[in-house]
C-alpha cells in the first residue's frame, strides 16, 4: 500500500484545498513537530517524572498536570516561532499568546487544548492535543482579542492528536476528514483513515450520569431516550464514558454515537457546562459536520456560535447527525411546553 504522509496528502489535494499555501503547510508541518515531542513525552510516562501535578492551579481554576505543562510550552515554543501566526490562544493561558517581536508574523489564529482529558494522565488512559485554526481579518495585529475571535464555521482547519495505543492525527481543512497513524519507525504520519464518515444514528452514548441531580428534567429525557429502549435503534445504546473527551469523541466519531456534556444548573461554576467553545467544542464540531455528523449546545449548531470571551463555555452534544437532532428536538418541544 504507498503510504501518504500527512503533507503529502495536502498537497496531492492542493487543487480541491486552497489551504495548501506555503504558509499553510508550514503551520501544519510545526503543529506535526510538536505533537511527536509530545507523543514521545506521553509514551514515556510513568518512566520519567512527568506524572502528577505542578502545583499550579490554571485559568480553568485545575489543577495543572506536568505534561498538561510540558505540552503546552512545546506548542508555544515552536508555533511563535513559525512566522505564520499573528497570535496563538490556549486553554491553559488566561490571556492571547503574543508573537514575541523578534520573530515574523503571519495571518493565522491558533487555538488549542494541549492535553485534553489530562485528568486521566496518571492512569494511563488516552489524551490529546485539540486544535483550531482560522485565518485573520485584514489589518489584525493580534493582540485584540476583538480582532481575532470568530464563528467556529470560519475555521480553516481543525482536529486533533490522539495519544493512544497508537498517535493519530485526525483533521479537517474543510473537505472531509482524514486520520493519519503515527509510524515510530519513520517518525511519519500515515494516512490510515481516509475519508471518515460517522454514522447518521449511533450506537454508543457517552456522558457523566453522576450529575444526574444537577440537571434539568429536558437534559434527564434525553439521557433516558438514548439508555432506553423506545427510541430509534429500539434497544439501549452502549454506555461508554472515558472522561477524556478526545478520546470519546474519536472512538463515537468511528463507531457512531454522542457525546453529551450538558450544562449543569445547580453548580454556578458551570452554568453552560465544562467544556470550552473554542479550543473543544468548536473544532470538534468542524470535524463532525465534515464527517457527517454534528456538534450543538442543545439549540444551536455550535458553529454558528458568536465567540464572546476566550474560555467561554457552553453545552456540549456531538456525534451521529440523527442523534444531535434528537438532543435538540426534546429540548425544543420542552421550550414550547
Ligand atoms: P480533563 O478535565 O481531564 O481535561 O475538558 C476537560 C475534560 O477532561 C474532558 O476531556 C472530559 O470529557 C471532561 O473534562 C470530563 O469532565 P467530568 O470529570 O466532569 O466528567
Keep these: 500500500m504507498p503510504q501518504v504522509t500527512v503533507i503529502e496528502h495536502l498537497l496531492l489535494h492542493q487543487k480541491e484545498s486552497p489551504m495548501a499555501t506555503g504558509r499553510f503547510t508550514r503551520l501544519l508541518n510545526e503543529l506535526i513537530l510538536a505533537a511527536k515531542i509530545i507523543s514521545r513525552e506521553v509514551n514515556k510516562a510513568g518512566l ?12 480553568q481554576g485545575e ?17 511563535e516561532r513559525a512566522g505564520v501566526l499573528c497570535a496563538i490562544a490556549s486553554e491553559e493561558n488566561a490571556d492571547l499568546v503574543l508573537i514575541p ?12 487544548d494541549p492535553l485534553d482529558g489530562s485528568s486521566n494522565i496518571d492512569a494511563n488512559v488516552n489524551v490529546g492535543t485539540i486544535f483550531s485554526i482560522y485565518r485573520t481579518k485584514e489589518g489584525c495585529t493580534g493582540d485584540k482579542l476583538c480582532d481575532l475571535l470568530q464563528r467556529g464555521s470560519e475555521q480553516v482547519a481543525a482536529g486533533y492528536f490522539l495519544y493512544g495505543t497508537s498517535t493519530m492525527m485526525v483533521y479537517t481543512t474543510g473537505r472531509g ?14 494516512l490510515s483513515h481516509p475519508n471518515i464518515k460517522t454514522p447518521e444514528t449511533g450506537r454508543i452514548y457517552s456522558v457523566n450520569e453522576a450529575y444526574w441531580d444537577y440537571w434539568d ?14 427510541n430509534r435503534r429500539g434497544q439501549p445504546y452502549g454506555g461508554r464514558y472515558i472522561g477524556s473527551l478526545v478520546a470519546d469523541f474519536h472512538r463515537n466519531l468511528l463507531y457512531g454515537g454522542i457525546f453529551l456534556y450538558p450544562a449543569d444548573h445547580r453548580d454556578p461554576k458551570k452554568p ?15 470535524v463532525a459536520a465534515q464527517a457527517g455528523g454534528a456538534g450543538s449546545d442543545g439549540v444551536r449548531d455550535i458553529l454558528s456560535i458568536e465567540p464572546e470571551e476566550l474560555h467561554q463555555r457552553v ?20 421550550r414550547q411546553s
Design 63 to 79: 489543577q495543572v498536570q506536568k505534561l498538561d505543562d510540558y505540552a503546552n510550552m512545546v506548542l508555544i515554543h515552536r508555533m
Design 177 to 190: 476528514v482524514h486520520g493519519f497513524t503515527l509510524d515510530p519507525s519513520v517518525g511519519e504520519f500515515l
Design 272 to 286: 453552560k457546562g465544562k467544556l470550552r467553545l473554542l479550543c473543544e467544542a468548536s473544532p470538534l464540531s468542524f
Design 48 to 59: 520519567v517524572d512527568v506524572l502528577g501535578f505542578t502545583g499550579e492551579i490554571n485559568v
Design 315 to 334: 453545552p456540549l452534544f456531538i456525534g451521529s447527525k440523527n442523534d444531535v437532532a434528537m438532543v435538540e428536538e426534546i429540548y425544543a418541544k420542552a
Design 101 to 112: 517581536d523578534q520573530f515574523p508574523k503571519g495571518d493565522y489564529f491558533l487555538i488549542f
Design 217 to 230: 428534567e429536558p437534559t434527564r429525557e434525553i439521557v433516558r431516550y438514548f439508555k432506553g429502549s423506545d
